[in-house]
């Protein structure tokens, strides 16, 4: 089974994928840790982000991986755990940039697909272009989607207890140039997947939500037994 979350930034997909993949003991995808771990062995080769040719060739050559459970996923660029440093306002504006590069989002899709079609139970991935590139025919799409406001204000809240000097402001500009590069760019721009069950999370309470998504997960499951 293969279960796909896409949405801006801030709306729960990781937290929500984590749940459903713990539920239903699946393997769990962060597509987006992926970019981070290219966008970091850009910056740390100090190549421009401009020189897209350059960076591709970078992001060719970086082996990402991600292992463990869930809960404590980490992410290994060239064998080196690079969790926590892929998680800085740095390396997230700089994975904005390098996913808007053809070549790197080819070599990521090629390496989302084989671990997707690899997983024993099957695999819940989430990122932006999930239902409508990745796996275009997932057995489920989600389009999580959010307020502006409440995914700031979510976010800013998450880097407060990390202990991250932020403001909310900051953090609300940042989210709107992300989602502003994320929507217009001319490879796999994010959109709403064809068939894909939209949830407004911006009022819901994450239980809410969760029982929303695991609800489909169920029924599908129910329905591929009872044949
Ligand atoms: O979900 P995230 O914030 O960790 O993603 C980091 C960046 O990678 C984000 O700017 C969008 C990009 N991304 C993408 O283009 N396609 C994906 N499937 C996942 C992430």
Known sequence: MIIAIDGP???GKSTLGKMLAKEFGLLYLDTGA?????????????????????????????KIELVGEPDSMRVLLDGVDVSA?????????????VSTISDVRKIMVDHQRAI????????????????????????????????PEARARRR??????????????ATLAEINKRDERD???????LTIPQNATVIDTSELELKDVFELMADQVRKLSQSSTAV
């Open 9 to 11: 930034s801030g709306a």
């Open 116 to 147: 997707g079609e690899s997983a024993e139970n099957g695999c819940v991935l989430e990122g932006r272009d999930i239902g409508s590139v990745v796996f275009p025919n997932a057995d489920i799409k989600f389009f999580l989607t959010a307020k």
């Open 183 to 189: 929507v217009s760019r001319a490879d796999s721009p």
């Open 85 to 97: 440093e892929i998680r800085t306002p740095d390396v997230a504006t700089a994975a904005s940039v």
């Open 156 to 169: 800013f809240a998450e880097d407060q207890a990390k202990g991250r000097s932020t403001s909310y402001e």
């Open 34 to 62: 992926m970019y981070r771990a290219s966008a970091l062995a850009v910056l740390r080769a100090g190549v421009p982000l401009e020189d897209r040719e350059k960076v591709a060739e970078i992001a060719a050559k970086a």
